[in-house]
């Protein structure tokens, strides 16, 4: 098991379109304990792939309050989505920032688990935010892109200077 580097935010690495996983093997299984491990330690809810520059279809999320709850989902499709819920999200790619996005209250999500066996999982409020959320960084999308040219570039900004500072 590894940690690995989480990407911030305005990285171009962010934008890369990840691609299906043709096959669940060993190779995606060390990936996702990799994930979940980042994901732990942050800490964060969830975790996309591209998060960690790997272009493949990958998401882990836990929004259980013990933390034991991991939820794999290897190639995830949205099929229903319904409803309106908003809440301050926040992501590791775009760290101290949170800010209200506009989602679905539920979705039908599609996808593999991580022994490769497909599920279909019906979500609502925090955890269907956090599909479309991650969904979102699988296509080279972050919560920010929804948010006013104003507000974008202020964080952008901010998170440069960081950047600097940390150097
Ligand atoms: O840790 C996270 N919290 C969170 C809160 C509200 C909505 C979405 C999220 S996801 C985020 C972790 C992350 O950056 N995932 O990509
Ligand atoms: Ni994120």
């Known amino acids: 098991m590894a940690l690995r580097e989480i990407l911030r935010y305005p990285d171009p690495r962010l934008r890369k379109k990840a691609l299906p996983v043709a096959r669940v093997d060993k190779e995606i299984q060390d990936l996702v304990r990799d994930m979940a491990e980042t ?3 942050a ?3 969830g975790l996309a792939a591209t998060q960690i520059d790997v272009a493949k279809r990958v998401i882990v999320i836990d929004v259980s309050a013990d933390r034991k709850d991991l939820r794999v989902f290897v190639n995830p499709v949205i099929s229903e989505r319904s409803g309106v819920f908003g ?5 590791l790619s775009v760290p101290g920032v949170f800010e209200e996005v506009e989602r679905a209250q539920k979705v039908t999500v599609r996808a593999q688990d991580q022994h ?3 599920f279909e999982l019906v979500a609502e409020d925090l955890l269907a935010v956090c599909i479309q959320h991650e969904i979102d960084h699988l296509d080279g999308k972050v ?3 929804y948010l006013s040219r104003l507000k974008q570039q202020r964080i952008r900004k901010k998170l440069e200077k960081q950047q600097r500072l940390a150097m």
């Open 116 to 118: 490769g066996t497909p």
């Open 143 to 145: 919560f920010v892109d």
């Open 43 to 45: 800490p964060g809810i």
């Open 87 to 91: 809440v301050e999200e926040g992501c």
């Open 39 to 41: 994901m732990y330690k």
